[in-house]
């Protein structure tokens, strides 16, 4: 893995969801995460079609990556949908599982 | 299923509406919580025997139903659809245009219901209409265009064809009481209720479920088998309970409430399903009310079908209306608006380059604490005072209620302030 990838997934672990209050990183909600041509890609979702959170996540995780990488590109996919089994075992802990 | 960043973050701009268009109505919501404690203790007197007909008591009612249920289905409505369908409404103008019909209509339809006022009573009776079917338009268009979220949208599909029942009804009632059209009220008033208590808010509060639930408890989407299941037995429940209401038909009225009581054990068996894989371990204080009305709405259904089945339930009729609209749906409401309205303060109160404001960090724990513990003792009092026909503990029960309004005022004006005042909501 590139740094610049392990640096934009450090980064992302200082975007929050407002609602759980945990990073998107140990929620599960990105995807994936490569640089590709140039361009630093992520694919990530959200806890459901419906999160109003949403457009104000995809936001902040373009922004804090446009601090890294001149070129981002965020896509947001609902396949498959998101399910608690993707948080992370430290995302379980700091939620009290 | 995927979007591009450019034209998801490009609609997500205009589907975030001025914080203004929802908090109005929930700030409104909020002054008819209050206001419908006090005008049910003005009518204590007539409480345990109130089955219809102006008065205070009616206006209770109607505070409780458009005041609060309505006022806080629109305004999460307007607010959250346009995100969750990722289609904008089709104009703000029409939204700001509704809360001008439909807040003033409100305020003069239970004014002259509580003075007995019926020239004021039509024309709050008009303007309220002309509300609701402005949000059942602007919600409908939305809704025509969404593919995907089929439980959902099946469900706000549903409450919109009640809404537009209900309304139509609830108008004809109030310009009955001018006109003298000779329709029997009772029969009338009966299906109104149903088709708004089960119908338009019911619908909406099955609907709301089956997305806020799972975002709430981090828990996977519920079973859409079962949760088109619970529609069907739903729909079917009130469409059995109106005919049965208009008919005088105790058969109908008993199988629309069975019917309702299938569709409440499918709901709820969806949602088991779901919560119990959730990963937030405590779900808090919100819960607590959402499973207290959870409790309820099946009491009230059992009960409706036990008075349909001829049972001597003293005070019947009264406490079943009790149960169905503060127990069920007014608790499950204040639940959800309590998580809801710091949920949507941080994502208005996000700036350019700064972070969203942690969810936890709006909510004012202690007042809300204070609202749970007053409201629970305001049901038990005031569902003791119809039951055992007592007056003086329906007025008891109302303080109480009144307490735990003001307490939940106390903790949305936090929510407002910790936002960064009026001016985050104004801008």
Redesign the interface.
């Known amino acids: 893995m590139s740094d610049i990838v392990d640096q934009a997934r450090d980064a992302l672990r200082q975007v929050i969801d407002p609602e759980a209050g945990l990073n998107i990183i140990d929620m599960g909600l990105v995807y994936d995460l490569r640089e590709e041509e140039g361009v630093l890609k992520v694919t990530m979702t959200f806890t459901t079609e419906a999160c109003p959170a949403g457009p104000m996540l995809v936001a902040s995780v373009e922004e804090t990556l446009c601090a890294l990488h001149p070129n981002v590109e965020v896509e947001v996919t609902f396949d498959p949908p998101w399910t608690p089994e993707m948080i992370t075992p430290e995302g379980r802990g700091l939620l009290g599982r | 299923?995927?979007?591009?960043?450019a034209s998801?973050?490009g609609?997500?701009?205009s589907?975030?509406l001025p914080a203004s268009i929802p908090f109005r109505f929930f700030a409104a919501a909020v002054a008819a919580h209050v206001l419908l404690w006090i005008a049910l203790f003005a009518g204590s007197a007539e409480v345990p025997r109130f089955v219809g007909g102006l008065g205070t008591p009616l206006a209770a009612v109607h505070l409780l139903t458009l005041g609060m249920l309505a006022m806080t289905a629109i305004g999460a409505a307007f607010?959250?659809l346009p995100?969750?369908t990722k289609q904008p409404m089709a104009s703000q103008g029409a939204m700001r245009l509704t809360s001008w019909l439909f807040i003033p209509g409100v305020a003069l339809l239970v004014v002259a219901m509580a003075t007995r006022a019926i020239y004021l009573l039509a024309a709050g009776a008009l303007l309220a209409t002309l509300g609701l079917l402005l949000f059942a338009g602007l919600v409908a268009h939305n809704l025509w265009r969404v593919k995907?979220?089929g439980l959902?949208v099946a469900h706000g599909r549903a409450a919109l064809a009640a809404l537009v029942l209900v309304a139509a009804i609830g108008f004809v009632l109030a310009a009955d009481y001018h006109h003298f059209w000779g329709i029997d009220h009772a029969r009338t008033a009966l299906a109104h209720f149903i088709l708004g208590a089960f119908g338009f808010m019911g619908m909406l509060a099955l609907g709301f479920s089956y997305?806020l639930v799972?975002?709430?408890a981090?828990?996977?989407?519920p079973s859409a088998p079962l949760g088109y299941g619970a529609l069907a037995a739903a729909s079917a429940g009130i469409l059995l309970s109106v005919a049965g209401a208009f008919a005088a038909s105790p058969m109908l009225l008993l199988s629309g409430a069975l019917a309702g009581l299938l569709a409440t054990l499918l709901h709820f068996e969806a949602l088991r399903r779901s919560l119990t894989?959730?990963?937030?371990?405590?779900l808090g204080l919100s819960f607590i009310l959402v499973r207290g009305a959870w409790v309820l709405l099946p009491a009230s259904l059992a009960l409706g079908a036990a008075l349909a089945a001829g049972a001597p339930v003293p005070n019947g009729a009264t406490l079943f209306g009790f149960l169905a609209l503060f127990g069920w749906l007014l608790t499950f409401v204040l639940g959800i608006l309590q998580r809801i309205m710091p949920?949507?303060g941080?994502?208005h109160a996000?700036r350019p380059?700064g972070?969203?404001?942690?969810?936890?960090e709006l909510t004012l724990e202690r007042p809300l604490q204070a609202h749970a513990v007053a409201h629970g003792l305001a049901l038990t009092a005031v569902g003791a005072g119809i039951v055992l026909d007592t007056p003086a503990l329906v007025a008891v029960g109302s303080l109480l209620g009144v307490a735990g309004a003001l307490a939940f005022a106390w903790f949305a004006l936090g929510v407002v302030r910790r936002m960064g005042g009026l001016g985050a909501i104004a801008s």
């Open positions: 299923m995927s979007l591009a960043v998801f973050l609609g997500a701009k589907r975030l607010q959250l995100v969750a995907g979220m959902v997305v799972p975002m709430f981090l828990s996977p989407a894989r959730r990963m937030r371990k405590r949920f949507l941080s994502m996000t380059g972070k969203p404001p942690l969810v936890s």
